[in-house]
């Protein structure tokens, strides 16, 4: 069975960082691309950012470019998310996804609220 | 970035009853749209990929097609199991974008 499990979310201060976490299992890890997509409180989905399966190249959307890094340790399974220099427009939960293009499994999610 | 607009915003329907849920891309995706089934307090569900591909497990009462820049949703045979909200994804090109949602509602 695939699971994704999310840690590493919580209350941070505008202008702080923080490092989400995602540990996978159940599929061979370092076979797919992995994403994280957020959701604002009662609000749509939005891509954040995605990472081939070797790690080799990573892609965001304008919004969080330059602020986010998303990496992965294919040994350890786990897929991060580093976010520098938040905003209160950060404020979502977070979801790891398993990426073909589309996403097909996704993680319980984990919240991040941005305020001071 | 493409746009997808998604319609209609929400939706109440009865038990039994078809309901199509559309999305029109902004410029072309070709086949390159997902659709998400989101239940209150839950992480999204993969139903369609593809535009037109049946995710596995998900029952063959979910349909999706497309026509031009319309990709549509359909639910045949509505049942209080399939409230909830839905969401298109195309993912032809970066970003990825999604749309709005639209949330079904049964009577």
């Known amino acids: 069975e695939v699971q994704l499990v999310e840690t590493g979310g919580g209350l941070v201060q505008p202008g702080r960082s923080l490092k989400l976490s995602c540990v996978a299992s159940?599929?061979?890890?370092?076979?797919?691309?992995m994403s994280w997509t957020r959701q604002a409180p009662g609000k749509g989905l939005e891509w954040v950012a995605s990472i081939t399966n070797s790690g080799g190249s990573t892609y965001y959307p304008d919004s969080v470019k330059g602020r986010f890094t998303i990496s992965r340790d294919n040994a350890q399974n786990t897929l991060y998310l580093q976010m520098n220099s938040l905003r209160s427009e950060d404020t979502a939960t977070y979801y790891c996804?398993?990426?073909?293009?589309?996403?097909?499994?996704w993680g319980q999610g984990v919240m991040v609220t941005v305020s001071s | 970035d493409i746009q997808m607009t998604q319609s209609p915003s929400s939706m109440s329907a009865s038990l039994g009853d078809t309901v199509t849920i559309t999305c029109l891309a902004s410029?072309?995706?070709?086949?390159?749209l997902s659709w998400y089934q989101q239940k209150p307090g839950k992480s999204p569900k993969l139903m369609i990929y593809?535009?037109?591909n049946l995710e596995d497990g998900v029952p063959s009462r979910f349909s999706g097609s497309r026509s031009g820049s319309d990709y549509s949703l359909t639910i045949n045979s509505l049942g209080y199991d399939d409230e909830g909200i839905y969401h298109c994804h195309q993912y032809y090109e970066y970003p990825d974008t999604f749309g709005a949602g639209t949330k079904l509602e049964l009577k």
């Open positions: 159940g599929f061979t890890f370092n076979n797919y691309w």
């Open positions: 996804t398993r990426e073909k293009g589309y996403f097909d499994y």
């Open positions: 410029q072309d995706i070709g086949n390159y």
């Open positions: 593809g535009a037109t």
